[in-house]
């Protein structure tokens, strides 16, 4: 480590930020924010984008791009305000974001005399969309509390962490020492909890595993288990890529699926592994469950939160897979390792012709970019049906997506992924609809040149609620959006612009724009295209109606 040296809260930002291996910080700046900017501007890689949300947004997608920590600068009360929908989806996902933002002078805290950009209870507001939520008091305890937020963030479970930093503070001197970043370990597995899993899975012939977010960092154990074990392989969305999604015994995210649910309901065990059972991917929790399961998860609350678990373990997913290697669990009959490939192949056949010429997307996204390549996708219907399904992933660090549900966000993801590592081309996947909401973060991708394909699926409006409105036998209300000349959008901010009519010319187009090496906007025309086969309506119960 270096020695010490003389500053300001910036200075000390950065040194903070040094430790936790981050070289890139997005935000906006602002007069509650300047000394901080500053000092991220002339040291790091400051990112200036358009909104506070999407500095939140490249955060996380930073963050999940490289493993590691994300951070985001803004400004005091709107601001700040700004950025809590992100946060929302930084906590949905558990990712490690530091949200440090500005906050009237110290003197003023709390006393809502209307200084300017004041609000309100700001650190309330932060805690409720935060993991963890702290107020910087004073110069001499802003290194501690840094450091505090940032090991929050990164200790597993992770999620975002928000700092607030009163401005007077921010100028305060700071004699900035260099520390070694020191995050929690998980606590160890209780061994007689894990003894009682493994006697439950022990001897089991149908075993079906639910892979979830949480084996991000377990691929090889999980692969090994698969293999050794014949299990058949379901994942959540956010579970995508820790065993490769080529992989024969692989199934993936079709759990929901007919095919899915059958193979759950003759299954004589399920082990689950970090996953949440979001409502979208159960079909709001009427997918059959084995009555036996062994849930593990980081999270104690979590355990038969959703189904009934005979066996719970709270661990890190890594350190039980590691015992279940280490125990002699039989193997599944041969008989259901084989239907487990075979419901594989058939659950993608099915899709495939449920999508028609747009699977031709999806197979040439997967052969113009590399298997790490970043995809990073937006809510819309392309995302929601092959782009979260029939895309292999084959890398968790790949699989980024607004694990919320909410609109929006997928471009600043993007950016943030792919401005975490440039050697490599990103894929951003958007609607017309959801990149409107953020429509100003084009400006941003054009000035910082990241290698990144915008892929524009556009339909002229909310297309997954268009089709959720006609399944459902209504006439279409709010959904119809004005779009632009994407063309024109392009020529206008000297961003390179290419277009899909038909799926004879997906592979070409998307080669040519990764060859570009920088930003592009590629436009999916859905007039000219077509529409699949059988539209795409969301897996979400409906009150009143019987559709799902």
């Not at 609350?301 to 897979?321: K, S, T």
């Not at 790490?372 to 996708?377: L, W």
């Not at 440039?422 to 894929?427: A, H, K, N, V, Y």
Request: hydrophobic content about 45%.
């Amino acid at each position: 480590m270096s020695s010490e040296i003389t500053g300001n809260g910036g200075d000390l930002l950065v040194q903070v930020l040094r430790e936790a291996g981050v070289d890139t910080v997005f935000g906006i700046v602002s007069v509650h924010n300047q000394p901080l900017v500053r000092a991220v501007s002339e040291q790091l890689r400051f990112v200036p984008v358009r909104h506070e949300a999407t500095a939140v947004s490249a955060a996380d997608g930073y963050a999940r791009a490289t493993g590691g920590l994300g951070c985001a600068l803004t400004s005091t009360g709107t601001g700040a305000g700004n950025a809590a929908g992100s946060l929302i989806e930084s906590l949905s996902a558990g990712t490690s974001v530091l949200h440090v933002t500005g906050n009237v002078e110290s003197r003023y805290l709390g006393s809502g005399r209307g200084f300017i950009h004041e609000t309100k209870d700001q650190l309330g507001m932060l805690t409720a969309v935060s993991a963890y939520a702290a107020t910087i008091l004073d110069a001499d305890s802003a290194a501690k509390v840094l450091r505090d937020g940032i090991a929050r963030a990164l200790e597993k479970p992770s999620g975002p962490v928000s700092i607030e930093w009163p401005i007077d503070l921010q100028y305060a001197a700071q004699t900035v020492t260099p520390q070694r970043l020191v995050v929690a370990a998980p606590d160890p597995a209780d061994p007689a909890r894990v003894a009682a899993a493994v006697d439950l899975l022990r001897g089991a012939r149908r075993p079906v595993i639910w892979a979830g977010g949480g084996v991000a960092q377990a691929g090889p154990q999980l692969t090994e288990l698969v293999e050794r074990w014949g299990a058949a392989l379901l994942t959540s969305n956010s579970g995508r890529g820790a065993v490769a999604e080529d992989h024969p015994q692989c199934v993936g995210n079709y759990a929901n699926s007919p095919l899915g649910r059958a193979l759950l309901a003759d299954a004589d065990v399920l082990l689950s592994l970090g996953t949440h059972f979001r409502s979208n991917e159960t079909g709001d929790y009427s997918m059959p469950v084995p009555a036996a399961h062994v849930q593990v998860d980081l999270d104690e609350r979590a355990i038969g939160r959703v189904y009934p678990a005979q066996a719970g373990v709270v661990a890190e997913i890594g350190e039980f897979l590691g015992a279940l290697l280490s125990a002699d669990l039989g193997a599944a009959d041969r008989d259901w390792t084989q239907r487990a490939r075979d419901t594989r192949e058939q659950v993608r056949a099915k899709q495939r012709a449920g999508l028609g010429d747009h699977a031709a997307l999806s197979d040439a996204v997967r052969a113009v970019l590399p298997l790490d390549s970043v995809i990073a996708r937006d809510v819309t219907i392309a995302s929601s049906s092959w782009g979260n399904r029939l895309l292999p992933i084959h890398d968790p660090k790949s699989n980024v997506f607004p694990r919320g549900g909410g609109i929006g966000q997928g471009l600043g993801m993007a950016i943030g992924a792919a401005l975490a590592d440039e050697t490599r081309p990103t894929l951003g996947l958007v609607g017309d609809g959801g990149l409107a909401v953020h429509f100003g973060e084009l400006l941003t991708m054009a000035q910082e040149k990241p290698w990144l394909v915008l892929l524009v699926c556009n339909d002229g409006g909310y297309g997954v609620l268009r089709n959720m409105q006609k399944g459902g036998g209504q006439q279409t209300y709010a959904v119809d959006l004005v779009t632009p000349d994407f063309a024109l959008l392009a020529q206008s901010i000297g961003v390179p612009y290419q277009r899909i009519s038909g799926a004879a010319q997906a592979h070409s187009v998307l080669a040519a724009a990764v060859a570009v090496r920088g930003p592009v906007i590629v436009e999916v025309d859905l007039a000219a295209y077509g529409e699949m086969p059988a539209p795409f309506t969301p897996p979400v119960t409906v009150p009143g109606t019987s559709a799902r």
